[in-house]
């Protein structure tokens, strides 16, 4: 796969993490540093973004017209002579750590959760994916009683991979 294949979203995807390209979402128009500097409360509130930022291989039941990564995707963005701006990774860290998001009984970021750990795993590999989920839970706590489903969908998301 070359840039001149990329079409649609996956074009505006690969600019906005790559190019400084921008995404247009609900409430206006953003190039990646300028979500990484939105507050708490704007990324709290704000919903359309997230599939932007951490892109996976699954259609998003909130935002189905957000990019969905095929495994040909994944690999040129993996090959791709630009990187991946970590502070997308320790921005939503920021947020779940400042916030307590994960001590809280189920809310939406649990499942926000779930797409960074799966985009970890795809984009980079799945045993950074565990380390992180391990992180998190160092903190957090995260097998607990009533968080002993959402640790498993968890650790299920930092095994993705795309089937041959």
């Known amino acids: ?3 001149e294949d990329l079409t649609g979203n996956l ?18 128009t953003y190039t990646i540093q300028e979500i990484i500097d939105k507050d708490d409360e704007w990324w709290e509130n704000n919903h359309d973004f997230i599939q932007y930022l951490y892109p996976t291989d699954e259609v998003s039941k909130f935002n189905p017209e957000a990019p969905v990564l095929t495994k040909e995707s994944a690999d040129f963005f993996k090959n791709s002579p630009g990187e991946i701006n970590i502070n997308l990774y320790h921005r939503f860290r920021q947020f779940i750590f400042d916030n307590r998001w994960l001590v809280r009984p189920f809310n939406h970021n649990y499942l926000r959760f779930s797409r960074v750990l ?9 045993d950074l994916s565990l380390r992180v ?27 993705a991979k795309f089937e041959d």
């Open 133 to 159: 989920l391990q992180g998190y839970n160092k903190e957090f706590n995260l097998l607990t009683q009533d968080k002993v489903k959402s640790f498993y969908i968890w650790l299920d998301s930092t095994q």
């Open 11 to 28: 074009k505006t995807l690969y600019d906005f993490h790559f190019n400084n390209g921008t995404i247009t979402i609900e409430d206006g």
């Open 118 to 126: 799966r985009n970890i795993a795809l984009l980079v590999n799945s």
């Open 1 to 3: 796969m070359k840039y």
